[in-house]
């Protein structure tokens, strides 16, 4: 089955920093999404970007499907941003491992 | 904003009992899921539900687990005879396409089985 690796595992930022988060995939899709998963556990859809690139605020997100890969950019980060970022692919959704992103004050 | 809502929160359970996680959809929409995610791990899709039948289902989802929709509104998981290795997350989601692009997740029910 379609594989989805994300890196890096852990990241660890001061409050305003940038960041940004990658995500390979095995084989082509024509379904991709972004979700954070809040310290609470809610997984939160940030963005279905199969292609091309999207902004939301301070996130926004690119995917090159040619090349199977897929970012994350996250601006002047804030506490609140902390959580588990998930990428999922495929029409039932098979997510990587995820990004967990501590922001310290 | 429209929400799944699931119920329970959090429900702890004897090994060898059955389980029923309750989920209630967004009214409008058609395609259901269940997923799990054991804690620390990925989450992983365990089963789809449109038009009274599923879909898709994952290897995880073996005869211990069975999904209905009983009434217009409730979307359930039933598992049977659970194990240790069944405690996690269990998400419940709906969209309004097949594409998955609208879907929207439920709180999730955390289930514990000692």
């Known amino acids: 089955g379609i594989q989805v690796e994300q890196s890096p595992p852990d990241l660890i930022l001061q409050e305003g920093a940038n960041s940004t988060l990658r995500c390979n995939f095995s084989d082509s899709v024509n379904n991709l999404q972004w979700f954070h998963q809040n310290p609470w556990g809610q997984l939160i859809n940030l963005f279905y970007?199969?292609?091309g690139t999207k902004q939301n605020g301070r996130l926004s997100a690119t995917t090159v499907a040619t090349e199977r890969y897929s970012l994350l950019y996250i601006s002047s980060s804030q506490t609140t941003d902390s959580g588990v970022y998930f990428c999922?692919?495929?029409?039932?959704?098979?997510f990587g491992q995820g990004t967990r992103l501590t922001i310290n004050p | 904003e429209p929400e799944v809502t699931q119920t329970p929160s959090h429900q702890v359970t004897q090994m060898g009992q059955e389980v029923i996680l309750r989920c209630v959809p967004i009214s409008n929409h058609l395609y259901f899921y269940w997923y799990r995610q054991i804690l620390g791990q990925k989450v992983e899709f365990l089963v789809s539900f449109y038009n009274n039948e599923i879909s898709e289902k994952s290897e995880i989802f073996d005869d211990q687990f069975s999904v209905e929709r009983p009434d217009g509104s409730n979307f359930t998981l039933k598992i049977r005879s659970t194990k240790l290795e069944d405690s996690a997350m269990y998400f419940c989601a709906s969209s309004t396409t097949p594409l998955i692009n609208t879907i929207y997740f439920g709180e999730g029910s955390w289930l514990t089985v000692v």
């Open positions: 970007i199969p292609s």
């Open positions: 999922a692919v495929a029409q039932k959704l098979v």
